[in-house]
């Protein structure tokens, strides 16, 4: 199986992974391709496992066959070679079991998995988080936890702080804290990784990281699509929840943070929650002037015409899907800079990007009536990962001192002909060697949400009202008034 271009992948050791919740859509639509991906590229040894759990009826045979179909549904323009698949397939195995029920009859699972134990035992739950607590003590009664024993938590981690404590509880009641691993696929994310690199690699950057030279910084979480058949499990959420207590937040500590010592995982996480700890509280006083929340209503997307938030949940709903936030961080770097956070269903596309906007020059030695353009560092996430650097240049030619803005482009699909690991391929693999650096530590989630706790409870008090917006638009037109307020403007291309 040939290298990907010139990336150099180094193999794991042989593990055992055993993936709860194997037949629903977390599992066919990312786990077992980036899996493939993996198997592929000679990541992962002949000798691992991949073994599926869930209450479905079903053989191991039946089980790869269905890996298979979704494979090519969910990757409908990659072509697969039979004889790569067919070994692949081999690595895959499956067990029938009621995970959480008090009587299950766990000796199938017992059974694949006895052997010697010195391989990596790597538990992924992907199942609601209530039933975390119950699966992580049903492992251990079981006798299934061994000496080398790694559990993958995915988001939310609860939904405030109280059940957040409560499924962090049951979890470490179970499995130490380096054994537990709460992923969040965009920490896995190419240009997410390449923030830290190239904040403090670069001396261009590091000594104008700060509130002398950044007039304010963007982070933008747009999708286009609506909640659809998720309505009525996101109406328990809505946008907060769902993608700022961890996406936006994750994004916004590592863009804040102080540089670290060494990026050994606890000395990076330390950095970051220290930003987290230092976010301004959003109390009723301050939620008008510091958030909006929307809800989408019946519009266009794609050219086409589409339902509302409230048609799509056939009922009424104060629930928001979409947030724009305001923040402040308190501390001597960020004094006076502030964070300008935003996502929301429905939107004008689907995009993830930062905007580092640095401060105007003191004075224009070139006027062309208008004020020039700031200079700008545009960190794209999704889709066409990439970093621009936005800057005033000469327009070619005679005829004057005319400007141009026009960006320094490193996009990742020109620069690197290669196709490079997507996020859930590199966390898997991490979670594999036991690197815990892209993964969320127990006190993180909890500071996340005592945030995001204050900001419900202030919306709570205040009764802050939710606003219509179009579906196909960037969100209600509060959210540009809030940057307005400010003489700002939410940043949209060149």
């Not at 993996?38 to 790869?64: K, N, Y």
């Not at 981690?157 to 709460?182: C, M, P, T």
């Not at 006027?367 to 650097?389: H, S």
């Not at 005679?398 to 690197?416: D, I, K, T």
Request: some cysteine; aromatic content about 10%; charged content about 25%.
């Amino acid at each position: 199986m040939p290298q990907t271009g010139s990336s150099q992948f180094i193999p794991v050791t042989p593990f055992d992974l055993i993936v709860f919740g194997a037949a629903g859509d977390l599992s066919l639509r990312k786990l077992l391709p980036s899996l493939f991906h993996r198997w592929r590229d000679d990541q992962i040894p002949s000798q691992s496992r991949i073994i599926g759990v869930s209450r479905t009826a079903m053989s191991s045979q039946e089980f790869r066959e269905l890996a298979l179909r979704s494979f090519r549904k969910f990757h409908p323009g990659e072509e697969i070679d039979d004889g790569e698949w067919a070994d692949y397939a081999k690595l895959l195995h499956y067990c029938e079991l009621d995970a959480v029920a008090d009587d299950a009859d766990w000796s199938s699972l017992k059974k694949l998995l006895d052997g010697p134990g010195d391989k990596p035992r790597v538990y992924y739950l992907a199942l609601p988080p209530g039933l975390y607590g119950k699966v992580s003590t049903n492992i251990a009664a079981a006798g299934l936890k061994s000496a080398d024993t790694r559990i993958v938590l995915e988001k939310p981690i609860g939904r405030d702080l109280a059940s957040a404590r409560d499924i962090n509880e049951a979890v470490g009641a179970v499995f130490d804290e380096k054994s537990i691993f709460r992923i969040d696929h965009y920490l896995g994310k190419e240009t997410v990784q390449n923030l830290i690199v190239l904040r403090f690699m670069n001396s261009l950057f590091e000594p104008v990281w700060n509130a002398n030279a950044i007039d304010h910084v963007e982070i933008t979480v747009s999708e286009s699509i609506g909640a659809g058949g998720r309505a009525s499990y996101y109406d328990t959420a809505g946008a907060l929840r769902d993608m700022v207590q961890n996406h936006i937040l994750q994004l916004l500590c590592l863009v804040a943070m102080e540089p670290p010592l060494d990026l050994s995982p606890d000395t990076v996480r330390d950095e970051k929650i220290k930003v987290l700890r230092s976010l301004r509280p959003i109390t009723p006083q301050n939620a008008r002037e510091t958030s909006v929340r929307g809800q989408y209503a019946k519009g266009a997307s794609d050219g086409e015409a589409v339902p509302g938030y409230l048609e799509e949940l056939g009922a009424q709903s104060k629930t928001e899907t979409f947030v724009a936030v305001k923040a402040h961080i308190d501390n001597w770097r960020w004094k006076g800079v502030p964070f300008y956070l935003r996502t929301g269903k429905r939107m004008s596309g689907r995009y993830s990007e930062i905007i580092i906007q640095f401060k105007e020059v003191a004075h224009a030695l070139i006027n062309e009536g208008a004020t020039p353009p700031p200079t700008r560092l545009v960190i794209r996430l999704q889709p066409d990962e990439g970093v621009k650097l936005l800057l005033v240049t000469k327009d070619p030619g005679p005829g004057g001192m005319r400007l141009r803005y026009v960006p320094l482009n490193l996009s990742y699909a020109e620069q690197f002909k290669a196709r490079y690991p997507d996020a859930y391929e590199r966390l898997l693999m991490a979670v594999v060697r036991g690197d815990l650096a892209l993964f969320m530590r127990r006190d993180e989630v909890e500071a996340a949400w005592r945030w995001v706790d204050g900001i419900l409870d202030a919306w709570s008090r205040d009764a802050t009202p939710v606003y219509a917006y179009a579906a196909g638009t960037d969100g209600p037109a509060q959210a540009a008034m809030m940057l307005d307020r400010d003489g700002r403007a939410w940043f949209d291309g060149v």
